[in-house]
């Protein structure tokens, strides 16, 4: 089938990072018919600045959303403007016939989200969540290590704990849209949208729910934190080799006070080992540097973690004593499968990777969490509907 044609709504870091280089690398599936810049500084705008005007050239530049909704060239709609927008923009978009993959947080409010679904649904349109981070290495890494027989010399047996961290080190304001007081702002929803939906994946719906969520620097408003964790309670597990079932709690952090040189990414903990992982994903970092987007797919070192922040493991021998060793990240970064499933989804009705319940969900247990912070108490999750 025909490329899809595509629109990027919002050419600043998260369009141009995340969105705008796939699009562009993968030409057989996407075709960048425009981008929405509403005061483009010069010709092809921030796209030309970025990519180079061989990128921008016959790329249509919208200054508006309506501009955007009235092209009946426009097939697919990427929204990656401020958190507040999403829902109302996803809402017109869908309206109006479109496609959209919507940037994380999808919403605001899970009643939102719920709205959003059944509007897809009803005009059997393709709406996708931008959880690229399920295609993170040491997540793709981990999942692989999780699967292991639980006879096998490295497995952790058992889980009990699950901790996964985004902290990073930051003394002041960024002085952006994320700062302000509004809806779906705040560390919260800007990174644990990414956790739960990583611990969902791995292993379900909790039963229960505990939070800590703070402005824990006091500066801006003290409406918009930048510090939480989140306990996510699941029923015990049966455990191997005779011990008691045990109780199994996945640990969600964000921290921005968090001084070190490599920040902490995994610890999980079985009854028979801990792994233990530093470091985050390279996409990220080679994305907002990258010359062109064909290297997503030609540059070999494109999503290869380096091997000094492979994670480790740790387990117990057959004499009782701890042996350590290295669990090298052997999968690649692959942001590009989720564009890939996008573009079956639209052409192909494939089944979606992201299903949007699933991202629906992120935002329920995101308005449970402020919730029990609130309160000061452990919530139950409600059954799944």
Known sequence: MAPIKTCVVGVGLGGLTFHVPFVLALPHLFTLHAVMERNPAAPGGKLQARFGEQAAKGVTIHRSFDAVLADPEVELVVITTPSETHYELAKRALQAGKHVLVDKPVTAHFSQAQELGALAKSKNLVLYAFQNRRWDSDFLTLKKLLALPADHPKSLGTLFEFESRFDRFRTELKGTWKDLPLPANGLTYDLAAHTIDQVLVLFGR??????????????????????????????????????????????????????????????????????????????????????????????????????????????????GKVVKSVWPTTERGQYIKLFENVAAAISEGAEQLVKWEESAEVIELIELAYQSAREERTLPVPPRA
């Open 206 to 319: 909790p039963q229960k729910i505990t939070a800590m969520i703070e402005n824990i620097r006091g500066l801006g408003s003290k409406e918009v934190d930048d510090c939480f964790t989140i306990y996510l309670h699941y029923p015990p597990r049966p455990a191997a080799k005779g011990l008691q079932p045990t109780s199994f709690t996945a640990v969600l952090r964000g921290h921005i006070l968090s001084v070190r040189s490599s920040q902490i990414r995994y610890v999980v903990r079985g009854t028979q080992g801990t792994f233990l992982k530093y470091g985050v994903d390279v996409q990220e970092d080679q994305l907002k540097v990258i010359p062109s987007p064909a290297g997503i797919v030609q540059d070999q070192a494109y999503g290869v973690e380096p091997e000094d922040i492979w994670a480790t493991v740790e387990n117990v021998g057959p004499d």
